[in-house]
């Protein structure tokens, strides 16, 4: 269901992917490598993958997304985080790749503008190494920009996920008609 809200919106591609902890279990639920077979527009409850809390796929057959790996790096670092997302939205991963700091206007926005952080290591988190150093940035971060790549987020469960996702764009995208309008005071972060 979540693929397919963030597919509606033009917010996740082949590259994105979602996991969550299944409540009273040790196992991960995630989505596969989005493909031609497999569109995160339309998924099917078939599709989902089931592994342990080391990647190992109990079900479902086909490839794992390439970043899996720091999904688990971050439910072995905070077992109260219990979903991961990593998404593209086109708003935020411009405003990442053009290094604009993002202004929070709402107090919706800023529960996730004050939070973010970009993670800048080389290369895709699809090794041990690298997957424990964005799930580092992803325990103090309400949302991680991996700059051309994406924007991942984790929290207590999926919708919370999500909703940070949806919170991030939505501030990406009021500092994009804010950077048209006169400059004026800024407003400061408590009053935000």
């Not at 991961?84 to 206007?105: D, Q, R, V």
């Not at 973010?116 to 949302?143: C, F, I, V, Y």
């Given at each position: 269901m979540v693929?397919?809200?963030?597919?509606?919106?033009?917010?996740?591609?082949?590259?994105?992917h979602a996991s969550l902890c299944v409540p009273r279990s040790e196992v991960i639920a995630v989505t596969p490598r989005f493909s031609k077979t497999c569109l995160p527009r339309t998924i099917r409850a078939s599709d989902i993958f089931i592994t342990d809390r080391d990647g190992k796929l109990l079900e479902g057959h086909g490839?794992?997304?390439?970043?899996?790996?720091?999904?688990?790096?971050?439910?072995?670092?905070?077992?109260?985080?219990?979903?991961?997302?990593?998404?593209?939205?086109?708003?935020?991963?411009?405003?990442?790749?053009?290094?604009?700091?993002?202004?929070?206007?709402?107090?919706?926005?800023s529960s996730a503008g004050y939070g973010l952080s970009s993670w800048?290591?080389?290369?895709?988190?699809?090794?041990?190494?690298?997957?424990?150093?964005?799930?580092?940035?992803?325990?103090?971060?309400?949302?991680?920009?991996?700059?051309?790549?994406?924007?991942?987020?984790?929290?207590?469960?999926?919708?919370d996920t999500l909703v940070t996702l949806y919170h991030l764009e939505y501030l990406a995208q009021a500092n994009l008609v804010t950077a048209g309008l006169p400059a004026g005071d800024a407003i400061e972060r408590a009053d935000s």
């Amino acid at each position: 269901m979540v693929c397919r809200i963030l597919a509606h919106h033009r917010m996740i591609d082949l590259w994105g992917h979602a996991s969550l902890c299944v409540p009273r279990s040790e196992v991960i639920a995630v989505t596969p490598r989005f493909s031609k077979t497999c569109l995160p527009r339309t998924i099917r409850a078939s599709d989902i993958f089931i592994t342990d809390r080391d990647g190992k796929l109990l079900e479902g057959h086909g490839a794992l997304p390439d970043q899996f790996a720091a999904d688990l790096a971050v439910y072995r670092a905070d077992p109260d985080r219990t979903a991961c997302l990593f998404a593209s939205p086109l708003t935020a991963m411009a405003a990442a790749i053009s290094g604009a700091e993002l202004k929070p206007l709402t107090h919706m926005a800023s529960s996730a503008g004050y939070g973010l952080s970009s993670w800048t290591t080389p290369g895709l988190a699809n090794d041990e190494e690298r997957a424990q150093s964005l799930a580092a940035q992803m325990g103090k971060s309400t949302a991680v920009n991996q700059p051309g790549v994406g924007v991942w987020t984790a929290g207590k469960d999926i919708f919370d996920t999500l909703v940070t996702l949806y919170h991030l764009e939505y501030l990406a995208q009021a500092n994009l008609v804010t950077a048209g309008l006169p400059a004026g005071d800024a407003i400061e972060r408590a009053d935000s």
